[in-house]
């Protein structure tokens, strides 16, 4: 099972200039669609008197949760361009974004999807790629006579408790490694004293 996907480290951003006009890149690693909202709403604030801020976004794992917008370039000429760099350099939970600074000669549309596909490159190449894994968190209830138990289970799979509740019935939220979420859930099923409950 593929259970790694690639991302960006940290915020990044890069410049690419056609003809006078000016395109900065920016890249983010993202979390939720509110996100991009927020980096959307910030670069529109720091790039007030820019015409256009075109950007593209991927979430999840199988390359269906995308958007893309020209942001009022002509059609296709500006996200999905941007939206291209993503898909080819294989990331995921990432957003970029390209701001535009019109430099008084028109670029015509072939010359768009080039300056935005560059834009979204250039921060790119300023960035750093890193490899992460996919987990799956997982709550395990049980009654607290059963602690050995549980806790000698975590410590065998080499897992660490995210968050704990520890009175009379007990819970607690793991996040395992995709790949080993199954054998790990069938584990603790077998134990008969613990009950596993798939948050995300």
Not at 46 to 54: F, K, T
Not at 163 to 169: A, E, I, P, Y
Request: with cysteine; aromatic share 8%; hydrophobic share 40%.
């Amino acid at each position: 099972m593929e259970d790694t996907f690639q991302t960006l480290s940290a915020p990044c951003e890069g410049l690419f200039k056609a003809k006078g006009s000016k395109h900065f890149g920016y890249g983010f690693p993202i979390q939720d669609e509110g996100q991009v909202k927020k980096h959307l709403d910030d670069l529109r604030k720091r790039h007030h008197s820019a015409r256009h801020v075109a950007y593209a976004w991927m979430l999840g794992f199988d390359g269906t949760h995308f958007r893309s917008s020209d942001d009022g370039e002509p059609s296709n000429s500006a996200g999905p361009p941007i939206l291209g760099v993503i898909r080819s350099n294989e990331l995921t939970h990432v957003m970029f974004a390209v701001v535009r600074y019109f430099g008084g000669v028109k670029l015509g549309v072939g010359g768009l999807i080039e300056a935005y596909r560059e834009g979204a490159a250039e921060a790119l190449a300023q960035g750093q790629v890193v490899t992460r894994i996919r987990r799956k968190k997982l709550r395990i209830t049980f009654a607290y006579e059963h602690m050995g138990v549980v806790m000698g289970l975590l410590k065998r799979w080499g897992l660490e408790p995210a968050q704990t509740d520890f009175q009379m019935n007990c819970a607690l939220d793991v996040d395992v490694r995709l790949s080993e979420s199954e054998g790990f859930h069938l584990a603790m099923e077998q134990t008969r004293v613990a009950k596993v409950q798939v948050l995300s």
